[in-house]
């Protein structure tokens, strides 16, 4: 299996610009999680998904922030407008079942 | 508010000796506690769990250590070695089967 696949890896974009990071999950993983990493707070859980359902989108900063999850082997992460406040690095994880999480290689997120 | 705390952003060790890693968590509700590794550009990759019926779990030169009671968790790395270099993050499993990490904490293993 490839592992989860983020795309793109590095993404620079202007303040006020749409941003979207894509994942492709492990196949046969029934969870989805998208991660921020920062200094200050380390991997902040944004959403997770379950079974294609958001559970829980409490970590989501705001209503700029949305995120989908169409079918089992895809999912986005939007942020609109961006700001630079937002750059940092994004990460997808999945896991199945109760299991450990996988990441993907994250997406470099910079706002200028 | 933050699950769970690493309170050490950095450590330094010797090569050989022993790396110790601390974390605490907030809620004794958290039945499954985790390791993960980190190295620059890449995703965490899990390294070593534990669950709330232990105290201890080891594979290899990796042990996890578990305190419930003060809700503390711990990993040991003997002996270090350069590769081990990395950011380590711990995290808990909540109750609806989503992970909480910590901030990390930078290990340096000097040769």
């Known amino acids: 299996d490839a592992g989860v696949i983020q795309s793109p890896r590095h993404e620079v974009t202007e303040m006020g610009q749409e941003v979207t990071l894509r994942c492709k999950p492990i196949?046969?993983?029934?969870?989805l999680f998208w991660y921020r990493q920062t200094m200050m707070r380390g991997l902040e859980l944004l959403i997770y998904?379950?079974?294609?359902?958001?559970?829980?989108d409490s970590g989501m900063p705001e209503d700029r922030f949305s995120a989908k999850m169409p079918n089992a082997s895809f999912s986005t992460l939007k942020i609109q407008p961006s700001e630079p406040r937002d750059s940092a690095v994004y990460f997808c994880?999945?896991?199945?079942?109760?299991?450990?999480?996988?990441f993907g290689q994250g997406t470099r997120l910079t706002v200028v | 508010d933050q699950q769970v705390k690493q309170n050490s952003p950095s450590l330094s060790v010797q090569e050989g000796r022993i790396s110790i890693l601390n974390c605490d968590y907030t809620n004794s509700m958290f039945d499954y506690f985790l390791w993960y590794k980190k190295y620059p550009a890449e995703g965490p990759t899990f390294l070593i769990s534990?669950?709330?019926?232990?105290d201890k779990n080891e594979d290899g030169r990796f042990t996890v250590f578990l305190n419930k009671s003060a809700k503390h968790l711990s990993l040991h790395i003997v002996p270090s070695q350069p590769g081990d270099s990395a950011v380590y993050f711990c995290?808990?499993?909540?109750?609806?089967?989503?992970?909480?990490f910590g901030t990390g904490t930078s290990l340096t293993v000097i040769p």
């Open positions: 534990i669950s709330s019926i232990k």
């Open positions: 998904f379950n079974n294609n359902v958001p559970i829980d």
């Open positions: 994880a999945s896991s199945l079942d109760r299991g450990e999480a996988f």
């Open positions: 196949s046969g993983h029934n969870s």
């Open positions: 995290a808990v499993r909540g109750a609806g089967n989503q992970f909480y």
